[in-house]
């Protein structure tokens, strides 16, 4: 996917950073605009309609300052009976130039611009402190609310991260993306402490419902490239979507992977089913006429967010992972925002806390 945006903005605090003079060199044709602050850009944002916000403010790229907390906690992490995977986040942007129906950020986020965050020596300062403090391994995200390698070719942001987690103690990078954009990485000595997670999904789900990202082929491609070149590789088949015959293609995945890579060649694989949070569907309907992938039977959960029906649920996830047993049994799991009672039916070790799902999942990272 080749990016453009309208227009291109910079935060004067962050004009003479590293990442701001990437992009100068990257669009040397275009004008970027040196602004104090976010008031300047709102005036070119659509708003007459949601589909008009989103689809405005992709289009719009502003360099800045990260002035929240650096190191957060998932933000797909639910309350309760829940049990998450102690994955941790750093923002380093917001938003995404990918167009996937399925996308929570589209209900979600406060600023449709997408924005990048270009002071990584406080980042980084404030990752120290994290490392210092912590005696376990700890996964460290990118990819929750942006795509890791979507806008890497202009940024080239993600070799600094690999070289300063090579050096970590505790802490291991995952770069989560859609993206076959790899090349920034393949020079860079990530000494085991780089995971990038590709999401993946059966062709058809990529042409017709993941617009604008790299095709499976091409990120299956990047993944081979990448363990050649010394990095982890996991997967992430989430969310999985429930249609006429979705079996079918979703075995035709499977029988790809296993064609492609060995057992033991993957560091983990992430399975999760479609879900959702009040008000995304009626967005996805407006910006994706005719999608009916929310069209299904849906409930809500104690965390508000609409699944499959239980029995549905269960039939899919005992049909992964019968054939995720089948292509390399030995390879560390985990279902994204599952209750305990999930666990202990699909899965040969039932953690009892969001650390011990963290240690399974990093098994093959020791």
């Known amino acids: 996917m080749s990016v453009r945006f309208e227009h291109i903005f910079i935060d004067r605090e962050v004009s003479d950073l590293r990442i701001p003079n990437n992009v100068r060199d990257y669009f040397p044709k275009q004008t970027l605009v040196e602004v104090d602050g976010f008031e300047a850009i709102k005036k070119f944002i659509d708003r007459r309609d949601s589909k008009s916000i989103i689809n405005s403010g992709k289009k719009l790229l502003y360099l800045n300052n990260y002035k929240g907390d650096v190191i957060k906690y998932c933000p797909a992490k639910s309350p309760g009976e829940y049990l998450c995977c102690d994955l941790h986040t750093i923002n380093l942007m917001s938003n995404c130039v990918f167009n996937c129906a399925y996308c929570i950020l589209q209900a979600c986020l406060t600023n449709p611009v997408m924005q990048v965050h270009c002071n990584l020596d406080h980042i980084f300062a404030e990752l120290d402190k994290f490392d210092n403090s912590v005696n ?50 393949l020079d860079v000595d990530p000494k085991g402490r780089t995971v990038v997670s590709f999401s993946l999904n059966p062709k058809a789900i990529v042409s017709k419902i993941e617009l604008h990202t790299s095709a499976l082929t091409e990120r299956l491609s990047a993944a081979r490239r990448l363990i050649s070149a010394g990095y982890h590789v996991a997967f992430n088949i989430d969310p999985v979507l429930y249609y006429d015959g979705w079996k079918r293609d979703y075995i035709e995945l499977f029988d790809t992977l296993k064609e492609q890579f060995k057992p033991g060649e993957i560091a983990w694989m992430h399975l999760g089913l479609l879900r959702y949070i009040p008000g995304l569907a009626g967005i996805a309907r407006q910006r994706f006429p005719g999608i009916k992938i929310f069209d299904q039977e849906f409930v809500q959960g104690p965390d508000r967010k609409y699944r499959y029906p239980k029995p549905i649920r269960d039939e899919i996830y005992a049909f992964l992972y019968e054939n995720l047993q089948d292509w390399d049994a030995n390879m560390p799991r985990y279902s994204c925002v599952e209750k305990a009672s999930h666990w202990k039916k699909f899965h040969p070790h039932i953690p009892e806390n969001t650390a011990q799902v963290n240690k399974q999942v990093l098994q093959r990272l020791d």
């Open 136 to 185: 376990q391994p700890i996964r460290i995200c990118t990819g929750e609310v942006a795509d890791s390698l979507a806008l890497d070719n202009l940024l080239n942001q993600n070799k600094y991260l690999v070289k300063y987690f090579a050096e970590c103690r505790h802490l291991y990078l995952e770069l989560k993306t859609k993206s076959a954009a790899i090349e920034n990485l």
